[in-house]
């Protein structure tokens, strides 16, 4: 069951090897079969990716990968995506549909034609890109759905040499996107034109589309969390806050920073003082062995020593690695978080971005991309983190 259609050379845009990707492949397999599953319907972006090399923009159409532990992987694609599907990965057993056909039609009708109808199937039931919709379809056609939320995921908190060596190419492209923003900072300036050269600094220096858009405000504005330019014109006294993502191969590297024009608020600088203490605490305790809650309360501990608990309600960081919007993180891998018991392990990579604010008035913070070596951690950017001052 393979199509003709397809124009393209098989794998000619891949980013990995065919033998990591049958690896990864095997390595998931594993992990169904070790859960009772039989057939995996996967459907996230990451997790596509993750498996076959897939990457589009327009996962936000119908794909669907479906992976049996003991039979040929099959893939459901738009055709209009099917050469970028054959360019990127090197499956063989491509179903497209039209835009006039029903997917879950599709799906089902793949599923009786394999004879799985008897299998036990699973879906992610988390995954972001599942419409209620498609998964009540499914659910009604196929009678029952098993969760396999964390299955593919977990393969993906441990990152490959190739994996490891594309966040640090984008750590590259991220440090050129900070450097330019906070050049640009001054009065007069207005927030579109710093984050102008942060997004145009960091794609001239090799970045490819990002998981999610630079935050960046100025004055009162940045005081409110995730907040992004508006045309803003900064002016004397106010405080800026950068925070942005850059990517190589789809794996992300992350950076915040800070600053303030003319002098900082004593409370300001205070605020900035613990995060900077916070952070260098969680990249001491980020080591094999230590567990991702170790590495929160590493930086909470410093946190509640400055008498701030209540103005940081929240993860100390999180997993990075392969994003498509609307996230430059891997959240739902990793969090670096109270109660989570997760072992550190080499290969893990982290961002840590410990930030401070007084709602509606500013925020200030700091952050590094970290690399879990075998004996702690190694962080890739090069611009300093104290808050600086124009």
């Known amino acids: 069951m393979t199509t003709n259609d397809a124009v393209v050379t098989s794998g000619q845009e891949a980013v990995f090897s065919r033998a990591e990707f049958d690896a990864r492949m095997e390595a998931a397999r594993r992990a169904l079969s070790e859960r009772g599953i039989d057939v995996m319907i996967v459907t996230g972006p990451e997790n596509i990716f993750y498996l076959t090399g897939q990457q589009t923009p327009g996962y936000y159409t119908y794909q669907a990968l479906l992976l049996p532990v003991d039979a040929e992987p099959v893939f459901i694609v738009r055709h209009l995506e099917l050469n970028n599907l054959v360019a990127n990965s090197y499956l063989t057993n491509i179903h497209p549909y039209l835009d006039n056909a029903d997917p879950v039609e599709v799906t089902v009708g793949l599923i009786a034609e394999l004879g799985w109808q008897s299998k036990r199937i699973a879906i992610d039931e988390r995954g ?27 393969l ?12 640090r190419q984008a750590a590259t492209y991220v440090d050129a996107g900070m450097t330019a923003g906070l050049a640009a900072v001054r009065t007069g300036a207005s927030e579109n034109d710093v984050v102008a050269e942060m997004m145009g600094k960091a794609i001239a220096a090799g970045s490819e589309y990002v998981g999610m858009e630079p935050l960046m405000a100025s004055g009162p504005r940045c005081g409110i969390p995730h907040g992004t330019w508006r045309r803003r014109v900064i002016e004397p006294g106010d405080p800026v806050f950068l925070e942005m993502a850059a990517s190589h191969n789809r794996y992300h590297a992350v950076l915040m920073r800070s600053a303030w024009i003319g002098a ?14 916070g952070l260098a605490a969680a990249i001491a305790a980020l080591r094999p062995g230590n567990s991702c809650a170790d590495v929160h ?4 501990n410093v946190v509640d020593r400055y008498g701030y608990t209540e103005n940081f309600r929240k993860r100390t960081g999180y997993s990075v690695g392969t994003s498509f919007a609307p996230d430059w993180g891997e959240g739902n891998v990793l969090s670096l978080y109270e109660g989570i018991e997760t072992v550190i392990q080499p290969g893990m990579a982290f ?40």
């Open 128 to 154: 972001w890109f599942l419409p209620i919709a498609i998964y009540k379809a499914l659910l009604d056609n196929l009678g029952s759905l098993g969760n396999g939320a964390g299955a593919v995921e977990s």
């Open 156 to 167: 993906r908190a441990i990152k490959s040499p190739g994996e490891i060596a594309n966040i």
């Open 264 to 277: 900082p608020t004593d409370t300001a600088q205070r605020m900035m003082d613990c995060c900077l203490e």
């Open 297 to 300: 309360n590493a930086c909470q």
């Open 351 to 390: 961002h840590i971005p410990p930030a401070l604010r007084i709602y509606g008035e500013f925020t200030v913070g700091v952050s590094e991309t970290a690399i879990v070596t075998e004996n702690g951690c190694e962080t890739l950017s090069t611009i300093g983190r104290d808050l600086l001052t124009v």
